[in-house]
Nanobody, 115 residues
């Protein structure tokens, strides 16, 4: 069974930083693309960043240059370093993976950027 567990959310002032982590189990982690999505209240869930099995990355335009996604294939963890946070980054952040023909999601972690 595939499980994804996010951690690291919280409240931070504009301009601050947070680091999210997502630990996966039940999959051969190193083989899969891992993604971070976010969903703000009243808005659709959007893809924020992805890291592929070869280590290449993709970012949405809204976070490019501020967020960095990385992976640790020993600890089965994908991380999202978020710098220069803005109020519009406030959302629930979820990691996901498509494996064995299915899409798996974690329960999410809340990030609130407010002064």
């Amino acid at each position: 069974q595939v499980h994804l567990v996010e951690s690291g959310g919280g409240m931070v002032q504009p301009g601050g930083s947070l680091r999210l982590a997502c630990t996966a189990s039940g999959i051969n982690f190193r083989l899969y693309t891992m993604n971070w999505h976010r969903q703000a209240t009243g808005k659709q869930r959007e893809l924020v960043a992805a890291i592929h099995s070869n280590g290449s990355t993709n970012y949405s335009d809204s976070v490019k240059g501020r967020f960095t996604i990385s992976r640790d294939n020993v600890r089965n963890t994908v991380s999202l370093q978020m710098n220069s946070l803005k109020p519009e980054d406030t959302a629930a952040y979820f990691c996901n993976v498509r494996a064995r023909g299915n899409l798996f999601w974690g329960r999410g972690t809340q990030v609130t950027v407010s002064s």
